[in-house]
């Protein structure tokens, strides 16, 4: 559509997870108009955090030290792991401020059509942190979507054999939501899911 450089640089934004061609559009002609735009800072922030950051040697957590924040928290509560997907997920459940435990992060799901099998994820890991003994609780935090649910299923059977407590976040309506669009997979679970008031 446009010429050179200029459709390479859409083209390039376009490939990141979550932006389509309008958005990476909008974003090349937002660096094109905007003067006061610090493009060779953007660069060098790249740059950097390609250098510096890795995954955490524990959790599998973003850290630009070999184990991440919450790993060396000192206050955390060693006694429970929190399993999810992404680094993103922890992310997700520290704005809540509600979890004080740990982190176990998979780096993804097992996705049979995507090829992704438990051999793929950090499960070999996360058994090895659970054999001290000093872990009571195992939280399974994966999506609640096809792939997720594969994961929690074969993560809840493996752990079944250790005197763990396994346990899934709940999941059902969201605030705000109306009964009626609903579906049934998700009014179903609230019903599971009710507890007294």
Do not use: W
């Amino acid at each position: 559509m446009y010429d050179g450089i200029v459709q390479d640089l859409i083209d390039e934004f376009g490939r990141l997870p979550g932006i389509g061609p309008k958005s990476a559009q909008r974003i090349t002609f937002h660096i094109l108009q905007s003067p006061n735009f610090d493009v060779s800072h953007l660069a060098e922030l790249l740059a950097v955090v390609r250098e510096k950051v890795r995954f955490c040697e524990v959790c599998g957590n973003v850290s630009e030290q070999e184990r991440c924040s919450i790993c060396r928290d000192p206050r955390r509560n060693v006694s429970l792991i929190c399993v999810v997907e992404d680094a993103k997920d922890v992310a997700a459940i520290e704005r809540t401020r509600e979890f004080r435990g740990l982190y176990h992060v998979l780096g993804g799901a097992i996705s049979p059509i995507a090829g992704v099998g438990p051999d793929d994820l950090r499960i070999t890991q996360l058994m090895q942190r659970l054999a001290d003994g000093t872990v009571q609780e195992v939280i399974l935090a994966t999506n609640p979507n096809l792939e997720g649910e594969a994961t929690a299923t074969y993560l809840s059977r493996l752990l079944h054999s250790l005197e763990i407590s396994v346990t899934r976040l709940a999941s059902g309506l969201p605030v705000g939501g109306d009964l009626e669009y609903a579906d049934e997979v998700t009014l179903g679970r609230a019903f599971e899911g009710r507890r007294s008031i």
